[in-house]
Structures are given as C-alpha cells and as structure tokens.
T-cell receptor
Framework: EDQVTQSPEALRLQEGESSSLNCSYTVSGLRGLFWYRQDPGKGPEFLFT???AGEEKEKERLKATLTKKESFLHITAPKPEDSATYLCAVHSENTDKLIFGTGTRLQVFP | DGGITQSPKYLFRKEGQNVTLSCEQNLNHDAMYWYRQDPGQGLRLIYYSQIVNDFQKGDIAEGYSVSREKKESFPLTVTSAQKNPTAFYLC???????????FGPGTRLTVL
C-alpha cells in the first residue's frame, strides 16, 4: 500500500537555526513528490515538485531534495515568517490520486 | 489575477440540511479536486474531475456529490447523508492528472 510519513510532527526552531524536515514514502513507482506550505486557516501553497532521485530544488531559504525512499526540506537560517505547516504528497504509479502526509508544524521564534 | 476561489469562507449548517460549496478557477486547468482536511489527518480526496462532464469518486465520497458542467467550476454538495461534515474543505486544480495541484483558500463548514 502506498504511504507517506512526515517527521517530526512538530519542530520549534530559534531564528537562524537551520534544520530539515523529512518525508518518507513507500510507493511502487514514483511519478512525482510535492511540497506545500500551509498557514493556519488557509489553503496549501505549492512549493516544489521533484521527480527523480538526486533532484534538488531551491526557493529562498528552502531547499528540497529527493532520494529513492525519502525527501528532505532543508530550511536555512529560518525566520519567524517561515512558521507554517509543511505538507508532503506523492503521486504513485499505483493510483491517479495524490497521497498526503500529515505534515510538520514548524514554529520559528525570534 | 489567475487563481482559485472558494466561497463562502465560513458556512454553518443545521443537521439535515444540504449545502453547496463553490469552487471556481481561471487557470484554464483541466483537472479539479475536492479534499477534506481534519486535525491530525492528511488531506483526503472526496471527488475529482479530469474533464468537463466527468468525475470520479475519491476515498471518502459517501455523503457528497459534485458536478462539472463548466471547465471553470466544480461545486461540492454536502448532503444530509454525510455523518460528520464539520471540516475544512479545500478545492484544487491542475493542468493534468499528474501535475502539481494548486489550492483555493478553503471553506470551513460547521454543523450546528
């Protein structure tokens, strides 16, 4: 069965303290892995798409990487405005639907 | 400005009533989706449509209905048969089935 697991569930960082969020997936064939940012009470905002192992994408303080079993969202020198829930989702060859993880809630304190 | 709009932002319903949530997109996307989000759970797919006049059930379609009469619009009706309808509902769209999905701002439905 296709599965997506995100860790940790919650992460508290001091401003400037870099860290990584993890998204582990189990699928029979990966069509694409997606990262989203979601602020409280709002819809998810698209960040990145990764298609194959070794691929990397960057946007401001965020960098997403992909291996055959997991993806990392690296946050470099975070600021309080980076506080949000980060969602990971995968498309597998088994299904035509996106499978979402439960998210990592990030809080960055000044 | 291209994007996805959902209305209303907040909706209150009495038990036994049907309600319809609106979703409109001007991105010229072919595919549209409805998700439900509950605390501590991942987004769950209710219905999706890859083309006008066609739609498929997602993982939790019971108690919901949709229509896709226009490319831009994909309304969701929450019927009285839905046993636990209080949730945050999200509409999304994409160019194709395997492309990234873009989400609307959501509708929070509360059953009184």
């Amino acid at each position: 069965e296709d599965q997506v697991t995100q860790s940790p569930e919650a992460l508290r960082l001091q401003e400037g303290e870099s860290s990584s969020l993890n998204c582990s997936y189990t699928v029979s064939g990966l069509r694409g892995l997606f990262w989203y940012r979601q602020d409280p009470g709002k819809g998810p905002e698209f960040l990145f798409t990764l298609y194959s192992a070794g691929e990397e994408k960057e946007k401001e303080r965020l960098k997403a990487t992909l291996t055959k079993k997991e993806s990392f969202l690296h946050i470099t020198a975070p600021k309080p405005e980076d506080s949000a829930t980060y969602l990971c989702a995968v498309h597998s060859e088994n299904t035509d639907k996106l499978i979402f993880g439960t998210g990592t809630r990030l809080q960055v304190f000044p | 400005d291209g994007g996805i709009t959902q209305s209303p932002k907040y909706l209150f319903r009495k038990e036994g009533q049907n309600v319809t949530l609106s979703c409109e997109q001007n991105l010229n996307h072919d595919a549209m989706y409805w998700y439900r989000q509950d605390p501590g759970q991942g987004l769950r797919l209710i219905y999706y449509s890859q083309i006008v006049n066609d739609f498929q059930k997602g993982d939790i379609a019971e108690g919901y209905s949709v229509s896709r009469e226009k490319k831009e619009s994909f309304p969701l009706t929450v019927t009285s048969a839905q046993k636990n309808p209080t949730a945050f509902y999200l509409c999304a769209s994409s160019w194709g089935q395997y492309n990234e999905q873009f989400f609307g701002p959501g509708t929070r439905l509360t059953v009184l």
